[in-house]
């Protein structure tokens, strides 16, 4: 063996040694108190050794070009045991980058006030329920069992229309395998008797109704529940507010973009807009969430004269998988086979979480033979005059250490195309080498999951709206 692969083997068990002692730390921190270790916005959470590694390379990135120090990352993991943490959300790239020496147990009660001391504090969980269990109802599903015990939103139920006598079965299937996202990572168990699906742990209630006004939820045990609408039929209050009208529910809130005065909320953007009082929210499109965030920084900083949004989307459940009828324009052309022209509302309700864009944007938007994962073109004219290199390290700032850190995400890689965001937690993801800019005109490509990157979204929206949501730290936004 020569001394060089010596050398990179040695390196190699190191950092696996460090990733070792961290796990069990993720673990216990998360179990006991309700915290969630990311770095740099990725999350630890029943990652392998191998995928603690990845995650301190991928810190590169965002660390000046210096990969994480692991050691350091699992002493720090080790004192925040010590510290009766409170919910929250921890950036342990953040913390480690930081760490400039000194006694680390101060630095981290300085940079995690708002948490320390604050253990068995969090406030009461909500119940919540699913109506409506497509692409994103499902992925919804994934995620709140994902982070069972550790947001403070318990889900209790799904509704659907019952579309066989084995429906159950087949809806745990779609849970159980998804040939987008992969399989669910854990275990269900379907009780067809009590009409119940457990996953890792969590009893879903599978109810049956098509009637949003008519279910009786406190049979279940579901109180002062927030339901999630993801079946797009009631856009509206009267639509939406029927679903208040059931036993057991509080709140509602849409996945998709509301209507008449219902606001519609971008998360990270116009959060505060949402009032306790509020009783029918709407958490916008996937579009509107991708592009919203990445419009308001350059706003901010440049300023939008003007632009045309045009969005490069996935093909969806509403288009014809072969020729057919249908009842919006070329929607009715086959979806895998072609690229189709339609329309999108995204660019003029940027808007509506925006107001000081109100008038200035245009949008369209092109279907195209992929499944997930879409791509908006931002094409303005700004304020003032720019370089491809200081709007992309604007960008790039942002992604890091600001209030939209968990909405924008940026990647400056040759190589990437759409798959390699399936997956992603953010609601876009920059292309910085694609930027174009020549004076006050740039272009801007962004990347999106238009399935599980706007799901996080509605997770989001939704800890808001059911008052538990927690501190993102260090730097509680």
């Not at 995620?143 to 579309?163: E, F, M, P, S, T």
């Not at 939406?240 to 809130?253: A, N």
Request: hydrophobic share 40%.
């Amino acid at each position: 063996m020569s001394e060089l692969t010596e050398k990179r083997l040695s390196e190699w068990n190191a950092k696996a040694e460090a990733a070792e002692q961290l796990l069990p730390a993720v673990g216990r921190l998360y179990r006991n108190n309700r915290v969630q270790l990311t770095i740099f916005g990725r999350t630890l959470q029943n990652k392998s050794v191998n995928g603690i590694i990845k995650a301190a390379r991928y810190a590169r990135h965002h660390n000046n070009g210096v990969e994480l120090d692991l050691s350091t990352a699992a002493e720090i993991a080790g004192v925040l045991e010590t510290l009766e943490l409170g919910e929250s959300t921890i950036d342990l790239g953040r913390l480690t980058a930081g760490f400039q020496g000194g006694d680390l147990e101060e630095y981290l009660r300085n940079e995690l006030a708002d948490a320390v001391g604050k253990a068995g504090k969090s406030p009461a969980p909500r119940d919540v329920v699913l109506y409506g269990f497509g692409r994103i109802g499902r992925l919804l599903a994934r995620i709140l069992v994902q982070q069972a015990g550790g947001n403070g939103l318990n889900l209790r139920a799904i509704v659907v229309r019952k579309g066989s006598d084995d429906d159950i079965i087949k809806r745990a299937s779609l849970l159980r395998r998804d040939s987008i996202h992969g399989k669910f990572d854990g275990n269900i168990v379907v009780d067809e008797e009590n009409s119940t699906i457990q996953a890792n742990g969590v009893l879903i209630n599978v109810i049956y109704s098509s009637d949003p006004a008519s279910v009786d939820y406190t049979e279940y045990g579901i109180n002062d529940a927030i339901v999630v609408d993801n079946t797009g039929v009631w856009r509206d209050e009267a639509g939406l507010g029927q679903h208040l009208k059931s036993k057991g529910v509080s709140k509602v809130i849409l996945t998709a973009p509301g209507k008449g005065d219902i606001k519609n909320i971008v998360y990270g953007v116009n959060t505060a807009d949402i009032e306790e009082g509020d009783t029918i929210l709407s958490a916008a499109s996937c579009t509107t969430n991708a592009i919203t965030p990445t419009l308001k920084v350059i706003n901010d900083r440049f300023g939008i004269r003007n632009g045309h949004v045009e969005t490069v989307h996935a093909f969806t459940n509403d288009q014809n998988l072969i020729d057919n009828f249908h009842k919006g324009a070329r929607r009715g052309r086959a979806a895998g086979l072609n690229m189709v022209l339609t329309e999108t509302g995204a660019a003029k309700a940027v808007s509506k979480a925006l107001p000081e864009l109100e008038g200035k944007l245009s949008g369209n938007a092109i279907r195209v033979p992929t499944p997930d994962v879409s791509m908006a073109i931002l094409n303005l004219n700004l304020d003032k005059a720019t370089t491809k290199d200081e709007l992309n390290t604007h960008l790039r700032d942002v992604s890091l250490d600001s209030p939209l850190r968990n909405q924008i995400d940026y990647i400056a890689s040759p190589e990437v195309v759409s798959t390699d965001f399936v997956g992603s937690h953010r609601a876009g993801i920059v292309d910085g080498l694609a930027t174009i800019v020549d004076g006050d005109r740039a272009v801007v490509y962004v990347w999106y999951d238009n399935e599980y990157g706007y799901s996080w979204q509605v997770v989001r929206c939704l800890a808001v709206m059911a008052g538990v949501q927690a501190p993102s730290l260090p730097g509680n936004d």
